[in-house]
């Protein structure tokens, strides 16, 4: 059922918002849930919730756990919730995986292993939808870190497959990236996208009660020895063996001793702004191709594809004209 009914006035709309902003700051999970739903599915009002949740957003940190499929993301992410919930500290999980999410194995064995947090309200867990994301995969994952961050959460963890350029942009825009390995890739630390590897903060080698563990610290240390960082900073290498909790407390350690490292070095500010700068790209990217797609809807589209193809237009003049339109609407 949609949050708003399509009965309520633009009044009741802005009534129905702050009784849901209330009843998600004091913490009710079901609210959380329908303001991300309605964040997610750009729901009516979508845009309006998020400019009154952005005043309360700030305080979470956003952890970006990224890696190859199987790697062991989702049985790290879970030992560090278990390990920041020792803690007393709220947590968000966001699990963004292209492979069918509400059906597909990776979600379910996820959901299986995390279940026993399902009791626990101080940890929310959400798998998104990857394909048809309306908004844009990385830009939507983005505002519903900012509605978990809104209701107050302490950490937020977003588990993405390292495999797309959609990742990469999802787990650039957290404070903390956390790039996970495995040994026994043979090579393959190599053809990892070269786009994961620079972002990470830290490196994480999980399933390190196999061979070859070493094997893959040399190749990132080899990597690392080819360029400095602009922060100046060093990811360091954790080995783990998540199944057993092996390594979780020192994975947590390097993301504080990378926080401590940004606060020291009086970056924490440098590194939300550049954040911000893509994501601002990014949410004018999506604005103004809305506002030309509205005016020239699929149909319309092909019918333009159709008159290029066949060279009965220019494709610049037409450009032009659609962004000429756009801007005036
Ligand atoms: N041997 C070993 N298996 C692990 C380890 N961590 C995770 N696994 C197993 O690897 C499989 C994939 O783990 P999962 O967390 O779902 O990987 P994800 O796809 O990266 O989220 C599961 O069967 C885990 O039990 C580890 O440290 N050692
Ligand atoms: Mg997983």
Redesign the pocket.
Known sequence: MPFFPSCFTLDGLENSHTSLISALRSGDVRALARAISTVENRAPGWSDLLKALFPHTGHARVIGLT????????????QLARLYRKDNRTIGIIAV?PTSPYTGG?IL??RI?MQEHFSDPGIYIRSMATRGSLGGLARTTADVATVLDASGRDLIMI?T?GVGQDEVDIVRLADFTIV?LVPGMGDDVQSIKAGIMEIADIFVI?????EGAEHVEKEIRALQSLATRRDGWTPPIVK?????G?GTKEVAAAISAYEAYLQKENLVLHKSVENWQQRLVEMLRDSLLDKAKAQFGDGNLTRLAKEVAEHKRDPYTLIEEIAARAEKS
């Open positions: 890696g190859p499929p199987g790697a062991g993301k989702s049985t790290l992410v879970d995986d990776a064995g996820d292993r588990e497959v996970i999980n399933k390190s009660d196999r783990t063996v998540a199944t057993e092996i």
